[in-house]
């Protein structure tokens, strides 16, 4: 098995691979125009020219950049195809000098395995802002934040809408 890049051709596949584990809230569902769109985020794992696994580093800033969507099919689970996407993603957290890598899952011994530990969703405000404030679970969240590195001192918001700026002045 190795890894490589993720290129538009492999959205189809990738959509179908998370799909496969959105159904019952493992993984959060992404749409194949979302997939498309932020194909360049992805990494696949591939075995014998077949994606059998895929995984995507989602980028805040120098600051936090975050593990999403990672998946192996269930026939090639358990062969080190996990461990190589998450220390692929990690690889390009460092190309672009990223100091802070965060997740957000519910297999947290798996990831403790490469080196991330338990952190506070408070802790990620990029993460709130972007994900938790417009998840249905948000008072109810089952998963565990878990980060490598350092913890960020700062976040970057996106602006407030005009007509909240406006309902607050
Ligand atoms: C989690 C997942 C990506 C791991 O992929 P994998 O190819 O099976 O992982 P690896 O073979 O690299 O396993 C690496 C290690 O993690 C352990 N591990 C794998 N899945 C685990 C799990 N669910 N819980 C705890 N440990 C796990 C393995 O035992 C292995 O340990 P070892 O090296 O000491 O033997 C895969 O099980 C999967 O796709 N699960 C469904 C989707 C999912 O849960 N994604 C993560 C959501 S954040």
């Given at each position: 098995m190795?890894?490589?890049?993720?290129?538009?051709?492999?959205?189809?596949?990738?959509?179908?691979?998370?799909?496969?584990?959105?159904?019952?809230?493992?993984?959060?569902?992404?749409?194949?125009?979302?997939?498309?769109?932020?194909?360049?985020?992805?990494?696949?794992?591939?075995?014998?020219?077949?994606?059998v696994?895929?995984?995507?580093?989602?980028?805040?800033?120098?600051?936090?950049?975050?593990?999403?969507?990672?998946?192996?099919?269930p026939?090639?689970?358990?062969?080190?195809?996990?461990?190589?996407?998450?220390?692929?993603?990690?690889?390009?957290?460092?190309k672009h000098?990223?100091?802070?890598?965060?997740?957000?899952?519910?297999?947290?011994?798996?990831?403790?395995?490469?080196?991330?530990?338990?952190a506070?969703?408070?802790?990620?405000?990029?993460?709130?802002?972007?994900?938790?404030?417009?998840?249905?679970?948000?008072?109810?969240?089952?998963?565990?934040?878990?980060?490598?590195?350092?913890?960020?001192?700062?976040?970057?918001?996106?602006?407030?809408?005009e007509?909240?700026v406006?309902?607050?002045?």
């Amino acid at each position: 098995m190795r890894t490589r890049e993720a290129v538009l051709p492999d959205a189809e596949r990738i959509h179908q691979l998370i799909s496969n584990y959105s159904g019952d809230g493992t993984l959060l569902p992404r749409s194949f125009a979302e997939i498309c769109e932020n194909v360049r985020d992805f990494i696949v794992l591939e075995d014998a020219g077949s994606v059998v696994g895929c995984g995507a580093l989602h980028l805040y800033g120098l600051h936090l950049a975050e593990i999403r969507s990672i998946t192996v099919e269930p026939g090639h689970q358990g062969s080190g195809g996990g461990k190589r996407l998450v220390r692929a993603l990690l690889l390009q957290a460092k190309k672009h000098a990223v100091t802070c890598i965060c997740l957000f899952t519910r297999k947290p011994e798996f990831f403790a395995q490469l080196g991330f530990g338990i952190a506070q969703r408070e802790d990620l405000p990029d993460k709130i802002y972007k994900d938790c404030c417009v998840c249905p679970r948000f008072h109810c969240c089952d998963e565990v934040a878990m980060v490598r590195g350092d913890l960020p001192k700062f976040a970057i918001l996106p602006e407030p809408p005009e007509w909240l700026v406006k309902l607050q002045a």
